[in-house]
């Protein structure tokens, strides 16, 4: 159901305008609407700089959160500190920059730590192996006259190296170790005067130098317990550092409450600030509230007004055809998880009719004559309920409560079908089916099947005649007489359908019901002849049915010529309807053949059962059972959303509508 809606507006002094939204916002019923200066003479659009400011400390804020709450936080909530109205804008960034700095402080300083830890190592290393050939720190690096140079090379490259150093064996030393099979350890000590050509000799020969820092102690034992005690120390300030990121966590957790709700009520009401105008004085603002709270919001305005000595301007009205109104519209609850469904058409119009009820009722009803069976709809039902009521969090992303209250509504209606068909878990033996004339394994005959098909398609000329006279009625309530009486989906629409159809029930024959007699007090006995149309073939074309055609076309032709759209459109808008109309009709035999199909799985089981009771319960029972569940569930509920958007909701809504978003803080 639309529920109707009025623009008010408020008109006070600029100094009691933060103090009307904020009790706007804790009301959270009227959706403010963003005015323009040419609306009201003598006042500006307000310019509120703070809402990027406000979106900045948001923006860091969350960026906070992630960084000091990524294993989870225990936020308390402190109510009693949040602050009516906003907040300043410097008092909160002045918080948020405490626990900036101080989460960059910590990360740096244990970022520096974990990197002097991974040096330590790679030192304590390379002094090992000093140990291991008893060099001490002391007498690697650069003296008076002499270097000395200690480092790892290949056997290969070493031996190449003793070669081309011969024209320095009078001012290089060198003495090697056997680090490995493949690795020696060199030492190199020189004069000073020839370090850079040594240097660039063993380069080539990939000499790789184990260089120290200068804080290493001069013995190699002292400078190995110098290096494993550096570590600890490292490793205990990195402790010390993570204890201090809990403190801070937990400091967080006291301030995080306050801190984004306070951030989020001022943004709130700074970015509502934008939809007002101004003056040098006065400030005016606007908004969209439901009918049915009007009373409620003018009371509490009233109430405000006597707070503010009457400085405060209030009225109530109509919008203006041509404005920009939300929809608001209410579902009773046991129809309200349709919404899922049908809001992905498109939310309706304000004079739209909110397709949700009948819409739902159809797509339930589609949903359980593709797919009749009582075992796999209890089971559909009982995975609803367990949805419904018992599972939290969210399945898919989505909202597990209306999964499962949609689940229970397609679980009842394949349950009711089931029982009309006689189908237990694809078993057709168990029950006999309710449905008058039908007989267990109905599928074997062509009659049952052929019956089907016109019951589908049936249907579907219901629900398209449905859908126009639902397109009739909302355009005559809104005084559009001419596009409900003319129009492809008006009365119009209606009477070519009805003509196609009847063309078509001449054209094939169709027995639609046999003759009733009936009796009624005081008149008797009542008969009532049998409805059937003969076979005619191609003579059907002088039939009278093919004048309802004709009438319906020329009507919307004529109605594009009374609005101007030209003939040609005319023309071309009718014959788009009359082959959409029998698109659209043919569209529903999907319907019995989903039916047919589920049937026909049924068929398999039997005849499984009848050659091998083991394969009849495993491939039969258990897989075919499985399947059913798993793929056509899914592909029967999108062929009842296809026909519902495209056969039925085109006919007569458009979901073009506005959401309506109250302002809340």
Known sequence: MIVPVKKLTIITMRDFEEDILWNLGKLGVVQLRKLKEEEFLGFKEAVVEEVHKYAELLDRYSSLYKHLCRDGCAIVKKSE?????????LELEKIIDKFESRVAYINTEISRYEQRIKSLNELLEKLLVLKRFKINPRDIGNFVHIFSKVGFMRVSDYTDLLESIKSYKKTVVLKDYDYSENVKLVHVTGLIDFKED???????????????????????DEAVTWAESEIIKSESAIEELRNSWKKLKHDFEEDAYYLRMSLLRSYRLSKAQGNLLRSQLMSVMQGWVP????????????????????QLIVTFEDPEPHEDVPSIYKVPRLFSAYQTVIRQYGIPAPHETDPT?????????????????????????VLGTYFAFIRKG????????????????????????????????????????????????????????LWLLKLAIFFGIAEMILGMVL???????????????????????????????????????????????????????????????????????????????????????YKSHIEKEGLTIGFSMAYETVLSFMTNMFSFTRIAGFCIAHAALAIVVARLMEYNVYLGIGMGLIFLNAFALMLEFVVVIIQATRLTFYEFLTKFYAGEGKPYIPFKV
């Open 81 to 89: 500190l949040l602050k009516e109205g906003k907040v300043p804008y």
């Open 291 to 310: 009918k049915d709270k009007v009373s409620d919001v003018s009371q509490y305005l009233e109430d405000l007004r006597k707070e503010y000595s009457a």
């Open 198 to 220: 040594i240097e660039k000799v063993l380069s080539s020969y990939g000499f790789k130098e184990i260089v120290l820092p200068p804080e290493v102690p001069e013995l190699i």
């Open 471 to 557: 397109n009739i009625r909302t355009h005559l309530k809104h005084g559009h007489k001419i596009e409900a009486l003319m129009g492809e989906h008006g009365l119009a629409g209606i009477i070519t359908l009805v003509g196609i159809v009847l063309l078509a029930f001449y054209f094939v024959g169709v027995y639609v019901l046999p003759p009733l007699s009936f009796s009624l007090p005081g008149l008797g006995t009542i008969h009532l002849p049998a409805i059937d149309f003969p076979a005619l073939g191609a003579g059907a074309v002088t039939s009278w049915p093919i004048a309802l055609i004709i009438l319906g076309i020329i009507a919307m032709v």
């Open 357 to 381: 009820i009948i819409s739902g009722i159809l797509w339930t009803l589609m949903f359980g004559i593709m797919f009749p069976d009582f075992g796999e709809g209890l089971i559909i039902t």
């Open 394 to 449: 969210t399945v898919l992303g989505m909202n597990p409560k209306r999964i499962g209250r949609l689940m229970i509504a397609l679980g009842t209606s394949a349950m009711f079908f089931g029982l009309l068909a006689g189908e237990v878990f694809l078993l057709e033996d168990i029950i006999h089916p309710l449905w008058p004339g039908v007989i267990p394994g109905w599928v074997h005959e062509s009659y049952y099947v």
